[in-house]
């Protein structure tokens, strides 16, 4: 049976977001991705660069996703909640993106400008009669990832029993609220 290129780029990929969402960029091994992909170092530079050239890749890989899984629509609460599902069924996704801001700050990240240009596309979806809506996307983006970003300050203010569900249920209505004239 002949090399298949596509189906090991796939694996490359698929370890490499699972070793760059446990360690980001600076922790993550080369040799411990290859050996999850069951490739050989070699083809992970050629096919992708340097490691952060492969971050890039995953973290491109994985914001397409969630955009063709979660479209923006018209009712941001609805959003809301849908986002809160993509998030519980891929944690990797939140945790590349904070790795990315962990290690490069507010320095100009990999594809910023279509990356940018992606958001903008999500933003004019949003129904014109949501003031602001470029700040009410990004207040929205915010209050669902917070409580999965910071769970300790989640426990810490609203205790330790407070139920996920009831999180949600909070945070769909605040979206609701703050998209309404």
């Known amino acids: ?17 699972t070793e760059f969402a446990a360690h980001g960029v600076a922790g993550a091994r080369v040799d411990r991705i290859a050996e999850a992909a069951e490739a050989n170092k070699r083809a992970i530079y050629d096919y992708f ?3 952060k050239a492969l971050f890039a890749a995953v973290l491109e890989r994985m ?3 969630c955009a063709d899984a979660v479209p923006v629509e018209p009712d941001l609460a609805a959003y809301a909640r849908k986002l809160f599902d993509y998030h519980a069924a891929n ?18 990240v990999p594809a910023e400008d279509i990356r940018t240009a992606e958001y903008q596309k999500r933003v004019a ?10 700040m009410i996307y990004f207040f929205t983006l915010g209050l669902v990832n917070w409580g999965r970003a910071m769970p300790q300050l989640r426990r810490m203010v609203l205790g330790a029993d407070f139920p996920q569900d009831k999180l949600i249920e909070a945070t769909v209505e605040a979206v609701r609220t703050l998209s309404e004239r």
Do not use: C, F, Q
């Open 63 to 65: 914001l397409s996703r």
């Open 49 to 51: 660069g340097d490691k």
């Open 125 to 134: 979806s949003i129904d014109d009669h949501v003031p602001n809506a470029a």
């Open 1 to 17: 049976m002949g090399y298949d290129s596509k189906a090991t780029k796939e694996r490359i990929l698929a370890a490499a977001t």
């Open 91 to 108: 944690p990797e996704a939140l945790r590349l993106l904070m790795w990315e801001a962990l290690e490069m700050g507010g320095r100009e």
